[in-house]
């Protein structure tokens, strides 16, 4: 039995802690009364339905009414809506990280397209003596590609730390994920090169189309 202001109550199962305003709040203790015990002046019922749940609704009120004909109803919402309410900020966040994200990804592309791009400008001379002495499209072709790959691999474990650091801070905001959670950084790094790849290519096949006599002219 659970003393309670004044009131005793018999105890007929435990819960585990829980949430209960915010998904992000932590796990705390809670005591479920008997409504029938300790009645309040309004409440909250759940019902599993079959189909479309908002069908049911004028259905739902004739069986409460005919339990209690002074109930009124203050409004009537799905679990799916009642969950997008509770998680609108969180996906708003999710929105908002997700399109700097995009924007991140197409500086990246950028970015790495203008330096390799410049790269292979500053070793046309130096291309057009590889083909001369032998070297094939497909060997200059790698050669440019692997410059390119080289430089996100330099940088994917600067972008790791920086990620470390920021996790931590955020990690109040993270739901389900935690600051080190590997399958994010390894999903991430995967997409880094394939931009770094992508942004590699049309350089590197502009260089293998160089003509050796013309690079070798190249100033």
């Known amino acids: 039995h659970l003393v309670v202001e004044g009131g005793d109550y018999q105890i007929v199962g435990i819960v585990q802690d829980g949430r209960i305003n915010d998904i992000h709040e932590p796990l705390e203790p809670y005591i479920y009364f008997s409504f ?8 909250a019922i759940i019902v599993e339905t079959v189909g479309t749940p908002l069908q049911l609704v004028g259905a739902v009120k004739r069986e409460i009414r005919a339990v209690d004909k002074g109930a009124t109803f203050s409004f009537v919402q799905t679990l799916k809506e009642l969950m997008g309410y509770a998680l609108w900020g969180d996906r708003m966040s999710f929105l908002f990280v997700g399109a700097l994200g995009c924007l991140g990804i197409f500086l990246t592309t950028v970015g790495l397209y ?4 410049f790269l292979v400008g500053r070793r046309t001379h130096e291309i057009g003596i590889r083909m001369a002495l032998g070297a094939r499209r497909q060997e200059v072709f790698a050669l440019v590609l692997r410059e390119g790959l080289r430089i996100a691999l330099i940088g994917i474990p600067i972008g790791f730390a920086a990620a470390a650091v920021v996790a931590r801070l955020i990690s109040s905001q993270l739901y389900g994920v935690t600051s080190t959670d590997l399958t994010a950084f390894l999903g991430s790094s995967v997409l880094v090169m394939a931009v770094a790849a992508l942004a590699s290519y049309l350089p590197a096949r502009r260089a293998a189309k160089v003509d050796p006599m013309v690079a070798l002219r190249y100033e």
């Open 36 to 43: 029938a015990q300790r009645p309040l002046g309004e409440g």
């Open 114 to 117: 203008g330096l390799v791009a």
